[in-house]
């Protein structure tokens, strides 16, 4: 198995989160075109809007079950438009989801995001829910290491 370095930041405030704290943690990090994230729910949405306001470089973007939070339940935490250039800028872009999420909102912003970025890899895993410990069937996730180290799979 490769040897990846990873970080796992703590985001302030995950259930109130605020974008310019959010944002003070990922500026922290050296990113660039060799680098793979990967977000999910609405930490997806946010490294939308972070990757499109910062012009970065990246190797891979993966979104779990991204939300964009079109109905503002975050207040401005996800108010902004989408950079369709956040694919030219991407080697290679992911979007995990269950196609029975019960999470609202996370079909619209898959919809949206497959036609922004019409050259991302799809894989729904029609049973995994929000990707969460309660509505996964299992604690393992083989199948999001495979995107991360080999680019793809299917759900």
Same mark, same amino acid.
């Given at each position: 198995?490769?040897?990846?370095?990873?970080?796992?930041?703590?985001?302030?405030?995950?259930?109130?989160?605020?974008?310019?704290?959010?944002?003070?943690?990922?500026?922290? #990090?050296?990113?660039?075109?060799?680098?793979?994230?990967?977000?999910?729910?609405?930490?997806?949405? #946010?490294?939308?809007?972070?990757?499109?306001?910062?012009?970065?470089?990246?190797?891979?973007?993966?979104?779990?079950?991204?939300?964009?939070?079109?109905?503002?339940?975050?207040?401005?935490?996800?108010?902004?438009?989408?950079?369709?250039?956040?694919?030219?800028?991407?080697?290679?872009?992911?979007?995990?989801?269950?196609?029975?999420?019960?999470?609202?909102?996370?079909?619209?912003?898959?919809?949206?995001?497959?036609?922004?970025?019409?050259?991302?890899?799809?894989?729904?895993?029609?049973?995994?829910?929000?990707?969460?410990?309660?509505?996964?069937?299992?604690?393992? #996730?083989?199948?999001?290491?495979?995107?991360?180290?080999?680019?793809?799979?299917?759900?």
């Amino acid at each position: 198995m490769k040897s990846i370095v990873t970080q796992t930041p703590e985001m302030p405030e995950p259930y109130a989160p605020v974008y310019k704290n959010w944002k003070m943690i990922m500026d922290q #990090f050296s990113i660039g075109p060799d680098t793979l994230i990967v977000g999910h729910s609405c930490g997806a949405g #946010f490294l939308l809007r972070w990757a499109g306001e910062t012009k970065k470089r990246l190797m891979k973007l993966v979104l779990v079950a991204p939300w964009l939070d079109l109905n503002r339940k975050r207040g401005e935490f996800l108010a902004f438009q989408i950079d369709p250039l956040i694919g030219q800028r991407t080697t290679e872009m992911s979007i995990l989801f269950s196609s029975k999420d019960k999470v609202d909102g996370v079909k619209e912003s898959v919809e949206i995001l497959s036609k922004t970025f019409p050259n991302a890899k799809l894989h729904d895993f029609e049973n995994a829910g929000h990707f969460s410990s309660g509505e996964m069937t299992r604690k393992d #996730f083989p199948e999001l290491l495979k995107v991360i180290t080999l680019g793809g799979t299917s759900g």
